[in-house]
């Protein structure tokens, strides 16, 4: 099966004016016949290349570039410009290759005849059921641009919520990595000059100095293995997360019982089921799908399993409320505001106000978790850097204090 790329043309349109542009095909005939349905008489057709481009322009597709599509997507619908005239002009502003030529094969597609929705469904990678199952629901109620706008806002909270936790969590890992370089460095580089001067003394050193010496030699003879070691294991947990259901479940409930890192997980869980059960609803998804669509977007296990649970319940005809707090997983706030909400006819509402308590909550959590951080990060590199240093110029003071 041949496969399609991206190709420049340049032509004359039907009033003889002269337009250039990009197409996807598999190749220059096929794309000069799509070019004579939509009315251009092609002068020239090439495949375009791959060029070279900075890192993050043409690189993987990431959610936030989801996220920009879907926002720009909403604005150019709510300004009236066709559907697939919008493809166009978003894709022209867009940086990301990948992304350009991936928005031009749904414009294709749309062009084609297809739907909206079943147009990005043949994507999943980059588009998830409940992304094509809100679409969809737009498309249905003739509302897309409404649908469109709520999808952009709904993306935008979820990835700077990711955002923020994930930049929680960054800081102090690149900061301990950045130690244990430096603290190898001096082990390998550093510690044996010293230790050539220490020979000169004739005199037995301290412990402590004894010790990072042993641990000095150890570190220059398997510094390498140590090294590949540590690159292992980190790419063989990699793929076991990545093909065991059973360890990702363990380390979800292990993460959720952690502390201080736990409270961030639960409160981003919180926001993210009451953010796309918001959404969701508002859209006018049933209940019950909605909260089939909501469970893998919690982001972890205990929640994944409770909004089942809640999803079969409220199915069986219980409340949403009683589904809820006999989990015994949501704080007792989330439970208030949904009672009130499904009293009240606004649960809609009421999720989005709980959604946007509990994104502010972990603001606040991330700010705490950094200030909480820095003083235990100084810790360590105090530790291990000024232990070393400490080590080897203590035999200098003892030496000192002798002559004097």
């Known amino acids: 099966m041949a496969t399609s790329a991206v190709f420049n043309y340049e032509g004359t349109d039907r009033s003889g004016k002269k337009t250039k542009g990009e197409i996807n095909g598999v190749n220059p005939q096929a794309v000069k016949a799509e070019l004579r349905k939509q009315g251009i008489k092609a002068t020239k057709v090439k495949k375009k290349s791959a060029g070279f481009s900075l890192p993050g322009m043409g690189g993987k597709i990431k959610p936030n570039d989801i996220a920009l599509f879907s926002r720009q997507m909403a604005t150019m619908m709510k300004a ?16 990301n290759v990948k992304m350009r030529e991936l928005v031009h094969q749904i414009r294709d597609d749309v062009s084609s005849g297809n ?87 004739g005199a037995e050193l301290p412990a402590f100095t004894q010790w990072v010496i042993g641990l000095s030699e150890i570190a220059q003879d398997y510094w390498f293995v140590g090294v590949l070691g540590l690159g292992a294991f980190i790419w063989g947990f990699g793929q076991a997360m990545k093909r065991s259901e059973k360890l990702r479940n363990t380390v979800d409930r292990a993460l959720l019982k952690a502390p201080v890192a736990g409270d961030l997980i639960m409160k981003s869980s919180v926001a993210r089921f009451a953010r796309t059960l918001s959404t969701t609803f508002a859209a006018g998804v049933p209940l019950v799908d909605a909260l089939k669509s909501v469970s893998g977007a919690t982001g972890n296990v205990v929640f994944r399993n409770a909004v089942d649970t809640i999803a079969t319940e409220v ?90």
């Open 80 to 95: 009236g410009v066709p559907l697939v005239q919008s493809f166009d002009i978003v894709a022209d502003g867009l940086d």
């Open 115 to 201: 739907t909206f929705a079943s147009s990005i469904s043949k994507h999943p990678d980059h588009f998830d059921d409940l992304y094509c199952n809100l679409v969809d629901s737009g498309e249905q109620s003739g509302a897309l641009e409404t649908m469109l706008d709520r999808i952009a806002t709904y993306k935008e909270k979820t990835e700077a919520l990711k955002a923020k936790i994930k930049s929680a969590m960054t800081y102090p890992i690149a900061v301990i990595v950045i130690a244990f370089i430096v603290s190898g460095i001096l082990l390998i580089k550093v510690v044996p000059q010293f230790e050539e001067i220490f020979a000169g003394f």
């Open 315 to 404: 199915e069986g005809g219980t409340q949403l409320t009683f589904a809820m707090r006999a989990t015994g997983v949501w704080p007792n706030m989330v439970i208030q505001m949904v009672s009130i909400g499904e009293e009240s006819g606004a649960l809609d509402e009421m999720l989005d106000k709980a959604a946007t308590y509990f994104e502010e909550e972990v603001d606040a959590a991330v700010d705490g978790l950094t200030s909480l951080m820095e003083p235990m990060i100084m810790s360590i590199l105090g530790v291990l850097v000024g232990g070393l240093i400490i080590a080897m110029y203590l035999p200098i003071f003892q030496l000192g204090a002798v002559v004097g």
